[in-house]
Nanobody, 121 residues
Framework: QVQVVESGGGLVQPGGSLRLSCAAS????????MDWYRQAPGKQRELVAAITSGNSPIYAETVKGRFTISRDNAKNTVYLQMNSLKPEDTATYYC???????????????WGQGTQVTVSS
């Protein structure tokens, strides 16, 4: 069994900041990439940021310079620091982790349940 759990969402005013966390737990042998996606109502889910096990990050153009992804491999946790938030950042944010479990030597994708981020005055 593997669980992926996000936290840290909420309501923030434009220009404000939030920090999201995502922790993976359970029968984990190793974690490859850990990613943040978001989905706004009526829109497709989109990649926001990703980070490899070697800590190489990539960002969507819409968040470059405002968001920072980082990870703590010892804690199987990935973070998303979001600064200068805009109303268009409003969405449900999902964490995805590519994990090899201790009971199956296959890389599989595990999703969290999502955390809501609302940017509004």
């Amino acid at each position: 069994q593997v669980q992926v759990v996000e936290s840290g969402g909420g309501l923030v005013q434009p220009g404000g900041s939030l920090r999201l966390s995502c922790a993976a737990s359970g029968s984990i042998a190793s974690i490859n990439a850990m990613d943040w996606y978001r989905q706004a109502p009526g829109k497709q889910r989109e990649l926001v940021a990703a980070i490899t096990s070697g800590n190489s990050p990539i960002y969507a153009e819409t968040v470059k310079g405002r968001f920072t992804i980082s990870r703590d491999n010892a804690k199987n946790t990935v973070y998303l620091q979001m600064n200068s938030l805009k109303p268009e950042d409003t969405a449900t944010y999902y964490c995805n982790a590519a994990i090899i479990t201790t009971f199956q030597s296959v890389l599989r994708s595990y999703w969290g349940q999502g955390t809501q981020v609302t940017v509004s005055s």
